[in-house]
């Protein structure tokens, strides 16, 4: 299932448009095309268009005729926000213990990085993911803001939560940010997430 919306062009610095990546993906990536397979921007994206897929799928499939329908807008606002969050942006320092080495991540892989955490909650998706802070000097203060769209049903104050907490987590153990504040926006509400729930003996 190809996801786009040819009403916007969305392009990634590589050159490569988020609607070619769609394509590719609906096509299995199959021929194997080198330019995609060895771009970190088109992997990150391919990574989170292949979840925006399967969603779209579960929604399909569920019987949501007593649900309301997905807010107007919903799937061109979710790949608007892969588009701006797979492009490399910022260079994010790392500490080293010799001073002669600059080392640093790009605040598009860390972007990538929040959303593949939230991919982990089950009917949760990453809409936009925002750095806000000097971020390009080691020690400055920084605020994470992500907005999320959760399946019907799930409970908002524990998922927002759980999410809060598994950012911080990651960006403590794989960055070097001083993060002050993880701030989660619920903007939308989506299908709801079928997976059978274990009743409490």
Known sequence: MAVTDNSTIRELDCG??????SDYLAMDRIPY???IETCPECLNALHALDQVAQLS????LDDAAHLPPPPSGWLDAILTNIHNDVRAGRSLPLRHPDPRAQLSITEGAVRALLRSVADQIPGTVIGKCQIDGDAEQLGAPVTINVTLSIAWGTPMT????????RIYNALTEHTHLNVTAVDVTIEDIHGHDDTP?????
Not at 16 to 21: A, C, G, R, S, V
Not at 197 to 201: A, K, R, Y
């Open 16 to 21: 490569k448009t988020i609607e070619q990546l």
């Open 197 to 201: 729930t274990q009743e409490m003996p």
């Open 57 to 60: 799928r579960d929604l399909l």
């Open 158 to 165: 524990p998922t927002a939560h759980d999410v809060r907490q």
């Open 33 to 35: 095309d080198p330019t």
